[in-house]
């Protein structure tokens, strides 16, 4: 089922805190991960969806049907939090069980039903433990087994990885996309770990101070950031601002780059964005967009470095990432510089 969000505002009483005139659909089976500073408005995005806050405007539908006319034990929305929240006095069976329970689903049918869930999170053998004898990544999974038992029309998960160690959040990444994409499950994830969004989402939102600024593809959130709050938030870029000298050539003051300007004229002010792994080390020459200087902090990543290039008259460093270091130049390939207007 889609779920789709129509301009919908909310602010928190007495505040001007909350959501803006958001517009997001995420169709059937779709995982779309929401990312954002702290304080954008994820978490409430999911609150509304669930129910736990009321009094938008605007709409919200699901599968259609129109939330704000939903009560909340009739919406059917699978959810998961980054502190687990199961239930400590039930095994791990009848906390998957649990929704099945108060739906007055038969004792062997509910049973049944989830013993299949937790063989696809793959806890069978761990039916009967207390949930404090499981570990967070397996505590996680009987959350989502429980959330994925009621046959939920959406998934809303927060955060689900935040409080795991960076080994079992890697892994648990990767089963949770894989069971999610076997359901079929309409999802919404938040999460601040904008890694985690690339690598697991179909489309990834960026939400910041309550407004969407961009929607699209792990792909073309990173190589066509609408902005450069977008950029700066989605992986690592060095940005110099300039100003649009010619067709396909740009003044960043220390130095001119070519670059596509696409429609824009001379005169506009723009910000070229350069990722780190884009920058050619010790070109030849004649390479367009050359640029000498010397190298400053570096840091061993075991299969790469990064490192600082200082370029002279430039306020910031370019960072670069590669396998050796430059002994005095670097390069842009010209389709590797990013221009932007904002
Ligand atoms: P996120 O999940 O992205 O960190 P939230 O959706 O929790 O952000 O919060 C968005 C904004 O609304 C924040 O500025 C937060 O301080 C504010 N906020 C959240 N809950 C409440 C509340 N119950 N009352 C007033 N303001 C709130
Ligand atoms: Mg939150």
């Known amino acids: 089922m889609s ?41 409430t995005l999911l609150k509304l969806v669930s129910g736990l806050t009321t009094g938008h405007s605007g709409s919200i539908k699901l599968g259609g049907q129109d939330l704000a006319k939903t009560p909340v034990h009739e919406r059917n929305i699978g959810m998961v939090f980054q502190n687990y929240a ?24 509910r049973t049944a039903k989830a013993n299949a869930l937790l063989d696809a999170v793959g806890l069978s053998a761990f039916s009967d433990r207390a949930v404090s004898q499981l570990s967070g990544g ?10 994925l038992a009621i046959d939920p029309k959406a998934l809303l ?21 894989e069971i999610q994409k076997r359901f079929h499950a309409t999802t919404l994830l938040v999460t601040h770990d904008q890694e985690e969004a690339l690598a697991m989402a179909d489309r990834v939102a960026v939400l910041v101070d309550g407004s969407l600024l961009q929607l ?3 792909k073309d959130i990173y190589e066509r950031p609408v902005s450069t709050v977008v950029a700066q938030f989605v992986g690592l870029s060095t940005i110099f601002r300039g100003t649009v000298l010619a067709q396909d050539l740009v003044d960043i003051g220390f130095a001119k780059l070519v670059a596509p300007t ?8 723009v910000h070229a964005l350069i990722r780190p792994e884009h920058v050619q080390i010790d070109p ?36 670069c990432e590669a396998r050796g270091l430059p002994m005095n130049a670097v390069a842009i390939a010209p389709q590797h510089v990013c221009l932007l207007d904002s």
């Not at 909310?10 to 959501?19: A, E, K």
């Not at 006095?89 to 004792?107: I, W």
């Not at 397996?138 to 959330?147: G, H, S, T, Y």
């Not at 696409?262 to 002010?269: E, L, S, W």
């Open 216 to 218: 699209a593809t792990p």
């Open 262 to 269: 696409h429609n824009r004229v001379a005169g506009q002010t």
């Open 3 to 43: 779920l789709e969000f129509q301009n919908v505002s909310y602010y928190y009483p007495g505040t001007h805190q909350g959501l803006n005139d958001l517009t997001l659909s995420v169709k059937t089976g779709e995982l779309v991960a929401v990312i954002g500073p702290s304080g954008s408005g994820k978490s």
């Open 86 to 109: 199961l239930f400590p006095h039930l095994n791990v069976l009848d906390n998957v069980a649990y929704g099945l329970k108060l739906r007055k689903v038969p004792h062997s049918v």
């Open 284 to 319: 030849l020459e004649n390479t367009p967009n050359r640029m000498t200087g010397h190298v400053g902090a570096q840091r061993y990543l075991g299969s790469m470095s990064r490192f600082d290039f200082f370029i002279p008259g430039a306020a910031t460093p370019l960072l």
């Open 157 to 177: 998960l927060d955060e689900p990885l935040a409080a795991l160690d960076a080994s079992i959040r890697g892994q648990l990444r990767d089963q949770i996309r």
């Open 138 to 147: 397996q505590q996680q999974r009987v959350a989502l087994a429980r959330a």
